[in-house]
Nanobody, 118 residues
């Protein structure tokens, strides 16, 4: 079981980042994939999802600015983030839906930090 998020960093308001999430086949192959984020002092929340067939959904806060995609051949899901705002600052996580259970708990990767400066 593996989830490795990458691509985060520090960017100015209005900038762009592309996040990647490499998942093991047992997580990726037959499941929708979801991007979540957790800002300081807040709970982790859903922001975008993509079905195996490619249909997508977005939270209102990111609709029109973020694009989720997946490469089924390489077990990778992406999040293209444009027009970034300071309120997008958070740790970003990906996961399958539902999350894989490991040792009786949902498995999560380490996440990738996105910081947007004003």
């Amino acid at each position: 079981v593996q989830l490795v998020e990458s691509g985060g960093g520090l960017v100015q308001t209005g900038g762009s980042l592309r996040l990647s999430c490499a998942a093991s086949g047992s997580i990726f192959s037959a499941y929708p994939m979801v991007w979540y984020r957790q800002a300081p002092g807040k709970q982790r929340g859903w922001i975008a999802s993509i079905a195996v067939g490619g249909s997508t959904n977005y939270a209102d806060s990111v609709k029109g600015r973020f694009t989720i995609s997946r490469d089924n051949a390489n077990n990778t899901v992406y999040l293209q983030m444009n027009s970034l705002k300071p309120e997008d600052t958070a740790v970003y996580y990906c996961n399958s839906y539902p999350p894989k259970i490991v040792s009786s708990k949902p498995y999560w990767g380490q996440g990738t930090q996105v910081t947007v400066s004003s």
